[in-house]
């Protein structure tokens, strides 16, 4: 079984900057795509961004330029970096990585997720 825990997310003005983070831990062998997820109040839960073990990244078009992801493959860990933020940010922010565990079985994990604000 494969845990996703994030954190990170906040009440920010519009204009600022937060930085989530999520960590991945339990019977991992590997993890392939890591990236993250957000679902605002009457709406459907859309991408932001996600990133390959290699570091390919793709983004959606409405955070291109201003969302950063990155990862560490070494501690099982993947960012979000969001600047100039804007009220139409505002959601809950949901990790999901998929991989192989040591059992040698596939697995496609999600974090419970974290509110960010964006509000003056």
């Known amino acids: 079984q494969v845990q996703l825990v994030e954190s990170g997310g906040g009440l920010v003005q519009p204009g600022g900057s937060l930085r989530l983070s999520c960590a991945a831990s339990?019977?991992?062998?590997?993890?392939?795509?890591m990236g993250w997820y957000r679902q605002a109040p009457g709406k459907q839960r859309e991408l932001v961004a996600h990133i390959t073990r290699d570091g390919s990244t793709n983004y959606a078009d409405s955070v291109k330029g201003r969302f950063t992801i990155s990862r560490d493959n070494a501690y099982y860990k993947v960012y979000l970096e969001m600047n100039s933020l804007n009220p139409e940010d505002t959601a809950v922010y949901s990790c999901?990585?998929?991989?192989?565990?040591?059992?040698?079985?596939?697995?496609?994990?999600w974090g419970q997720g974290t509110q960010v604000t964006v509000s003056s």
């Open positions: 999901n990585a998929d991989g192989v565990t040591k059992a040698w079985a596939d697995f496609r994990s």
């Open positions: 339990g019977s991992i062998f590997s993890i392939n795509t």
